[in-house]
């Protein structure tokens, strides 16, 4: 309370205060006269708490105005005089504070020269008049004293520790406060700090929106500039892992692919310069194009006339296809595997090598031939030696000169010797084979299988060709296979001219015509006409030896026709047949042997034409036979017996023959039924 204040003791806390203190009378105005809770301290902020209650308020005095605290050795009392109608001062004090105060006590209360004692440090506030005059403010507080004096001791007492219990509370609150302020006030320096911050955070997130807005600006710009410059750029560029591919890596598919892309590019470089438009992007790949794929290459001792710098991808595919032809000419090797898998496979280097340098690619175009000659050449000449080992049967002429004995093989009949005319899936025999087969066989097994592997060799290499070397046309294609195989074709005919010199064997001769002829339809359905000039060459070397051997077999029946006249003929006959069957009117064996061998004939002409020389030969040997027939009917010298002979041999040959088919084949059996039917009627 402000009672306190004015007490020059101090009051313990829950005390009440000495009964023999006088109040003042003048009436308590507590919100004008005390200092009360809600009073601005001076050492606080706006933000900081309106509650000031002071911690010592027992120990503080009242503070007048200046004018009633000058001291007692003043001038100013002695000049000035106060008035008449004004109290003294003192007085006025005493009743405030209800203690007398005599001269000796204001002595007392001043110093040694006279001068005022200090205000206490621990008083915290003035008097606070409220804006009233002293005059005024003294009848307010003799008003409170009153009231105060007015109520019974025991009230007065409930009132001060009422009073002293709340300031307790007050203190306490405002202890609070100042904790809160505390905290505010760090709240205030964090939210400060982050407001700051978020500033800074702010300042930069427009940047950054900034620098989207005009990076999305420049992207979409860019875009469209790529959408514009993009294929013109990618038409003239060339990557370093496509640069890397051809000068470094192995050529496979992917470095096939590499070189397409590089002449790709090349082609469209090209273009551009020799193009209008000036394009300072093509003036500038171009150099480095030409640096990063030329390389100089030489040819024997002298340079290339044709340039002198070659693509680095030209020189990697020389390389590889010289040393693929390398790999040819070792022994035992197989081509078509080193064909399709290493030639073939990449056959698009060759194509590049073509367009770029098209002399190196003739060069190694020239040495695959010359080492495929001479790798047919080797291959098929150990062929030939190995067929060479083959033994053949010896064939006798149709009308032999001595007497024949049992024979283990019928040369005239063809039998199973068709079925090298007429089956369709065929292998030639290898060499190995070859050199451990000991039976028998007819000339034309050596002939089929040599001429059979030569046409399917001929065929793998004629599509080799055609495939590998394709930007060349048709015709050169043929002319260098004729130059590959002209050594193996030689090997063919000398195993052709080596067969037939030395027989007899129409049959084995006619064959091999009909298997030349089957390899030649073959080769024409493949459409490989190369080896044209060889099946001709062959049929060359058949035809006239097969007109040979059929005119040795007329001259053979011819010379035994003309040793049956008289006894001379007689003992002819007699080495081939015996005495007993002299007279008889059964078929002389000669007309079987010549039925076979007609049969056998007709059989593989079914299908010849008229420009065949097999019609006038088998002619001429009928000619010969029916003269022999009548020259031994003529020895019978029963005239019945004589024309049934006739006749029984006629019927024979028309059996042997019937079931031939073709012009020629009806021809000769017309034939002989006219003859039979002219010795039908006698009796």
């Excluded at 204001?106 to 506030?125: C, F, I, M, N």
């Excluded at 097994?445 to 290499?461: G, I, K, M, R």
């Excluded at 002829?517 to 060359?540: H, W």
């Excluded at 001379?568 to 007309?591: E, G, M, N, Y």
Aim: glycine share 4%; aromatic share 8%.
């Amino acid at each position: 309370m402000w009672l306190d204040r004015f007490s020059g003791h101090s009051t313990p806390s829950g005390s009440p205060p000495p009964q023999s203190r006088s109040y003042s009378p003048a009436p308590r105005r507590p919100g004008h006269l005390v200092p009360g809770p809600l009073s601005l301290r001076p050492g606080y902020s706006p933000r900081s708490s309106s509650l000031s209650l002071p911690i010592t308020s027992n120990n503080s005095t009242v503070s007048l105005p200046t004018a009633a605290r000058i001291p007692n050795g003043s001038t100013l009392k002695q000049q000035v005089s106060p008035p008449v109608d004004v109290r003294d001062p003192l007085d006025v004090l005493q009743e405030v504070i209800g203690i007398s105060l005599e001269k000796k006590d204001v002595t007392e209360r001043t110093g040694e020269q006279g001068k005022l004692l200090e205000k206490p440090s621990d008083v915290e506030a003035e008097v606070d008049f409220g804006g009233l005059g002293l005059q005024e403010f003294v009848e307010a507080c003799e008003r409170e004293s009153k009231v105060l004096q007015s109520r019974n001791p025991k009230d007065r007492v409930q009132f001060v520790e009422g009073s002293e219990k709340q300031q307790y509370k007050l203190e306490d609150l405002h202890h609070s406060i100042l904790g809160c302020d505390d905290i505010l006030k760090s709240v205030e320096t964090s939210l400060a700090s982050f407001q700051t911050d978020l500033g800074v955070v702010s300042a930069e997130i427009e940047t950054l929106q900034s620098r989207s807005t005009a990076l999305n600006t420049k992207l979409e710009n860019r875009k469209k500039v790529e959408k514009l410059l993009g294929p013109a750029v990618e038409d003239i560029s060339v990557s370093p892992a496509i640069v890397r591919k051809i000068s470094e890596d192995a050529i496979d598919d992917s470095w096939i692919r590499a070189l397409e892309q590089m002449e790709k590019r090349s082609n469209v470089i090209e273009g551009k310069v020799k193009s209008i438009v000036n394009v300072k992007a093509v003036e500038g790949v171009k150099p480095l194009l030409d640096d990063l794929t030329k390389k100089v290459s030489i040819r024997g001792a002298e340079l290339l006339k044709s340039t002198t710098d070659l693509i680095k991808a030209v020189e990697r595919i020389r390389d590889y296809l010289v040393a693929q032809i390398k790999v040819l000419r070792s022994p035992s090797i197989n081509a078509q595997i080193i064909q399709q898998q290493y030639f073939l496979k990449h056959k698009e280097i060759y194509v590049f090598l073509t367009r770029h340098h098209p002399i190196l690619a003739e060069e190694i175009g020239q040495a695959y031939i010359n080492t495929m000659r001479w790798y047919y050449l080797n291959h098929f000449s150990r062929y030939k030696q190995a067929l060479d080992k083959i033994k053949l049967h010896t064939i006798d002429n149709l009308v032999p000169a001595t007497k024949l004995a049992a024979a283990p093989h019928e040369a005239f009949i063809l039998g199973r010797r068709l079925d090298a005319v007429k089956s369709s899936n065929q292998m030639a025999i290898s060499s190995s084979l070859a050199e451990e087969d000991k039976s028998l066989h007819y000339l034309e097994v050596p002939f089929h299988n040599f001429n059979l592997a030569l046409v399917d060799n001929a065929s793998s290499e004629y599509s080799f060709l055609a495939e590998f070397f394709s930007p060349y046309p048709f015709h050169y294609l043929s002319r260098k296979l004729i130059e590959i195989f002209e050594p193996t074709f030689a090997l063919g005919r000398s195993l052709t001219k080596q067969l037939i010199d030395a027989t007899v064997d129409a049959l084995g001769v006619l064959l091999c015509v009909r298997l030349n002829q089957r390899f030649a339809f073959e080769l024409q359905r493949r459409k490989i006409p190369a080896v044209d000039g060889y099946s001709n060459g062959t049929n060359m070397l058949l035809w006239p030896r097969f007109q040979i051997v059929m005119d040795m077999h007329c001259e053979s029946v011819r010379r035994a026709a003309s040793l049956v006249s008289g006894r001379t003929a007689a003992s002819a006959l007699s080495l081939t047949v015996s005495d007993s069957v002299k007279q008889s009117a059964a078929p002389h064996f000669i007309t079987q042997r010549f039925g076979q061998f007609s049969h056998s004939i007709l059989l593989l002409s079914s299908e010849a034409g008229d420009d065949e020389p097999v019609y006038s030969s088998l002619s001429r040997l009928r000619t010969e036979f029916e003269a022999l027939l009548t020259k031994l009917s003529k020895a019978i010298g029963d005239v019945k017996n004589r024309e049934r002979f006739l006749y029984n041999n006629y019927s024979l040959i028309l059996t042997i023959i019937s079931d031939t088919q073709g012009k020629h084949a009806e021809e000769q059996k017309q034939h002989f039924e006219t003859l039979r039917k002219a010795t039908e009627g006698i009796p």
